[in-house]
């Protein structure tokens, strides 16, 4: 349990900051980019929910392993199935809203989930591949 902890502090500092960079990023490009434009979610929430989405997936799948069950693809394959079924759930309310042109915040959204997912499978391959 104290590689657990250990990757698990690890994880959640990077995640901070790469949060936060990304965030940062966000709200300047939105800010100076897109001031005309309204948005249904704020950037804030969007960054909320991925943030604890891949918190609690990098989580789970660290759990696993640390326990001595070392095949984990396919509990990442179903995390990340339901991590999409979340973010159509988050998405439900401007999907079924009466919004003319969602697709500033489809973008706004999906942008963010990519980069994510990507810092998450890059984390994960990173200590799956550590003897």
């Known amino acids: 349990m104290e590689h657990f902890k250990k990757r698990q502090t690890t994880f959640l500092l ?3 900051g790469v949060s ?18 309204y948005f249904f979610f704020p950037v804030w929430q969007i960054y909320t929910f991925h943030f604890i989405i891949t918190f609690v997936l990098y989580t789970i799948i660290n759990y696993r392993y640390s326990s001595g069950k070392k095949d984990v693809f396919n509990l990442f394959m179903v995390m990340t199935f339901l991590k999409m079924v979340l973010a159509i759930l988050f998405l439900l309310p401007l999907i079924l ?4 042109n969602k697709q500033p915040d489809v973008f706004n959204f999906f942008i963010p989930y990519f980069l994510f997912l990507f810092f ?12």
């Open 120 to 131: 998450e499978v890059f984390a994960l391959t990173r200590f799956l591949q550590k003897p």
């Open 20 to 37: 936060a960079l990304l965030f940062a990023i966000h709200a300047y490009l939105l800010h100076h980019f897109a001031k005309e434009i």
């Open 97 to 100: 809203s009466e919004v003319e």
């Open 14 to 16: 990077q995640l901070i």
